[in-house]
């Protein structure tokens, strides 16, 4: 009968602090965090191949991310990051800009947002659903000046 609440207080303490994690550590993912550092990066839509290039991106939370990103295909793509409520066309052999501050710690889909077609691409099919990149945005301590006083650094 013991073991049953033991389970019982184990499953309580869980649920409290995922709670805990809800109310105070996801909290930490809103505040205005911004490192200052401003990221370029440009993205390619290869021609022809359903792709991002680079399709891995790594940026510090609180950077400013600033893309160019360029189609050489002769027909339109999309660029859509959910996470940063970015959804922009991107007009056949156009370029465009999306700029965010990337707040959000964790790992993000960046894909094609508008219907591009398909095709073989080294002896494989691909097409609009395979054209996603992923951005890592990499959970950052606020260097020491910039961190108020008596501050101490929380882990996750
Ligand atoms: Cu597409």
New binding site residues.
Partial sequence: MNKYIYLLIGMIAILGVGVAYKNFGADKNKAAITTGAVKEITIRAQKNK?NWSPEDITVNQGDTVRLTVITEDEY???LAIDAYGISQRLPALGTIQAEFVATKAGDFPF???????EGMVDGKKR???D?VGKIHVTHTMMNGEKMPMGETMKTQ
């Fill in positions: 359903w339109d793509h999309g894909y094609c947002s508008v219907p591009c077609g097409g609009h659903f054209q």
